[in-house]
């Protein structure tokens, strides 16, 4: 059985969703993880805004909006009488219920149970459209099956468990249908994965039921060597090892959800990138196998923060590192890069939620500087031996950028810089030299 997952702009209009019954009918057995039509859930995240802010007015407005796209939607997807009235009331009964949340005091466990309309709706809409062409499917509430622990942390017993008990209930089917993104946590409440979370959806679903692969379709034809979305001339790079795609997606390649990449690798399931607007392009195969080449990718990820604690009682000292990690621990912040000097350590992170408490109990260990709005910059390829030059062509390559941070040896395949969020669109424009 494989795994197909479709994003946003792959189920974004009637066309698309009709594109996708084409594509899913090609396949033998699959599970289908749809994410919200594009742009549904950022609606839906301005309407939690407004509801939390007590703005009745403009949350009813946005919701009217949102309904009307949706009715419009359901009038061009669906050709017979039986299937409108059933779109229509589907469409109903969803916004029936967000604008319950109006007029009341509007609590974060509402906010999930919005946020969670989008995929209800588009799996929905997907499962009648199917039924409308006589395409046989069933329809598999995500709720039933995918669910968090205490710790956000994916609950896989539970997860197996619960999905092929699902499945198990269609031993006939060979087409079902799920929701990406959206789960229920430890307290059985409706949760979700975070933004992009439907790959991550998809690579779980793939793990807890050993599939033959997952395939996450999008809008464009691959992973792509640079960031299409600021560099000219980047093009899909056709073989990836897991570690280097979830290196390069934790540090910005927007393609794939960081978190998605590493159950596969664990259960050694290959990942498929596709393109929904290009089904015969090859498109990007994530596996074990490492293509060794000099330089095959750059990423960044903006929004990141260095923190740097300069202290004389460093030099010669051991257990300094870790009463400096301690604070981070004790304040759940990730690091993601490090460097050190005798007299002093940088570090960056991505979550400030817990910035000042951190600032105030480094203080105690030295002076404390912290640097914002900063992009750190991955470069993946093979930096096994020194022989092989890779690390001076990066640098050469960066050679007009001023560099804060770098970190070069902590895995054989990855160089990362940090570089002000400024100057991160001219770094990624000249390491594409390296491709040329
Ligand atoms: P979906 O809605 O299907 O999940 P996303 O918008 O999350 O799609 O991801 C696809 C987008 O990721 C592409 O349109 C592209 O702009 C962006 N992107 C960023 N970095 C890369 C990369 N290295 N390779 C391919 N796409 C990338
Ligand atoms: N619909 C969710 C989002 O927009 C999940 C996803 O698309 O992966 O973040
Ligand atoms: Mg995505």
Not at 236 to 246: G, K, N, P, V
Not at 262 to 276: A, F
Request: aromatic content about 8%.
């Amino acid at each position: 059985m494989k795994i197909l997952k479709f994003g946003g702009t792959s189920v974004g209009t009637p066309q698309r969703i009709q594109n996708l019954a084409q594509i899913v009918q090609n396949e033998e057995s699959s599970i289908v993880v749809l994410s919200a039509m594009a742009g549904t859930t950022n609606a839906l995240v301005e309407i939690t805004e407004l509801l939390y802010k007590g703005d009745d007015k403009n949350a009813l407005q946005k919701i009217e909006d949102l309904e009307q796209s949706y009715i419009s939607r359901v009038n061009e997807l669906y050709k017979s009488d039986k299937y409108l009235t059933k779109g229509l009331e589907l469409i109903n009964s969803h916004f029936v219920y967000i604008r319950n949340f109006v007029h009341k005091t509007f609590t974060q466990l509402q906010e999930k149970a919005v946020l969670a309309q989008g995929e209800l709706i588009s799996t929905a809409m997907f499962h009648y459209h199917l039924a409308e062409n006589h395409i046989d499917s069933v329809l598999l509430p995500a709720l039933n099956f995918m669910r968090i622990d205490k710790d956000g942390e994916p609950d896989s017993y539970y997860i197996q468990e619960n999905l092929k008990r699902e499945i198990g209930q269609h031993s006939q089917s060979k087409l079902f249908i799920t929701q990406g993104y959206i789960c229920r946590n430890t307290y059985g409440e409706v949760d979700n994965l975070h933004r992009g979370g439907s790959d991550y959806s998809a690579s779980l679903i793939g793990v807890a039921i050993s599939a033959e692969e997952v395939q996450i379709w999008t809008d464009i034809d691959g992973f792509h060597n640079n960031d299409p979305r600021f560099v000219e001339n980047t093009h899909a790079i056709s073989e990836l090892s897991f570690d280097e795609a979830a290196e390069l997606a934790y540090f910005g390649a927007k393609i794939m959800h960081p978190a998605s990449v590493l159950p596969c690798k664990l259960s050694n399931i290959p990942v498929r990138l596709k393109n929904t607007l290009s089904p015969i392009d090859e498109g990007t195969l994530i596996s074990t196998k490492l293509n060794r080449k000099r330089i095959k990718a750059v990423a960044a990820k903006d929004g990141i923060t260095a923190v740097k604690i300069k202290s004389g009682r460093m030099l010669l000292a051991y257990g300094f590192l870790r009463k400096i990690f301690e604070v981070f621990e004790i304040y759940r912040t990730p690091i993601d890069m490090i460097t050190t000097s005798e007299v002093a350590v940088s570090l960056t992170i991505d979550d400030t939620s817990k910035l000042k408490e951190i600032e105030a109990e480094l203080e105690k260990f030295g002076i404390v500087e912290i640097d914002k709005n900063q992009s750190i910059i991955c470069i993946v390829g093979d930096f096994i031996s020194e022989a092989s030059g890779s690390a001076k062509l990066v640098f050469e390559a960066l050679e007009e950028t001023p560099l804060r941070m770098i970190s070069y040896g902590g895995s054989n395949h990855n160089i990362s810089v940090l570089v002000d969020q400024k100057n991160k669109v001219e770094a990624l424009k000249s390491l594409n030299k390296l491709f040329s």
